[in-house]
């Protein structure tokens, strides 16, 4: 059973004090933001992985079986695209998944260099039965916000997403070489 995390979701007035008082430019705002975010979901991967743990899954189990059963047929870069890991990582939960017969992997038919990964017909059930732990209590916790608040969320968040991507991008662009 996973260790369920209660620490608060907002940052505590003491320790944004004394970042005040070290970092001229330190806004308390940004960091309550991002500790939230962070916190939140730290959070629901817990929740998810306890209840998940019914079938011998966890979260981060449950969301590369979800991504390669929605797509019946993946690359593994494919998949670190859709769930945001790097391609190592991949590979070693991959191995771990393949290794307990959940998938398969077979050779791309259209580039030799990679390959595509299928789930096993037991990981095929499996993930259907997770599906049904991991989904039917969201609706009772999502309920603490309205239909337009969800949607607003959504919204807030890929625009903070996009925000982050993009000082990515211009931060590797001003990069010396």
């Given amino acids: ?3 369920q995390r209660t620490g608060a979701l907002l940052i505590p007035e003491e320790h944004l004090e004394k970042h005040r ?3 001229a430019r330190f806004k308390p705002l940004n960091a309550q933001v991002l500790f939230a975010v962070r916190a939140l979901a730290q959070r629901i991967n817990d929740d998810a992985t306890e209840r998940l ?3 011998g899954l966890t979260a981060r189990q449950y969301n590369y079986l979800s991504v390669i059963y929605v797509e019946e047929s993946v690359t593994p870069n494919e998949i670190g695209t859709l769930i945001h890991t790097a391609n190592p990582t991949v590979t070693s939960m991959l191995n771990a998944l393949e290794r307990d017969g959940l998938v398969v992997r077979q050779q791309h038919p259209d580039d030799g260099r990679s390959s595509v990964v299928t789930l096993t017909p037991r990981g095929k059930s499996l993930y259907e039965k ?6 039917d209590p969201i609706e009772e916790t999502m309920a603490a916000l309205s239909t337009d608040e969800r949607k607003k969320l959504v919204d807030v968040l890929v625009r903070l997403g996009d925000s982050f ?4 991008t211009r931060k590797k662009k001003r990069k010396p070489r």
């Fill in 53 to 55: 743990a019914e079938v």
């Fill in 21 to 23: 008082r070290r970092f």
């Fill in 130 to 135: 997770a599906f049904q732990l991991h989904h």
């Fill in 1 to 3: 059973m996973t260790r």
């Fill in 165 to 168: 991507a993009n000082a990515t």
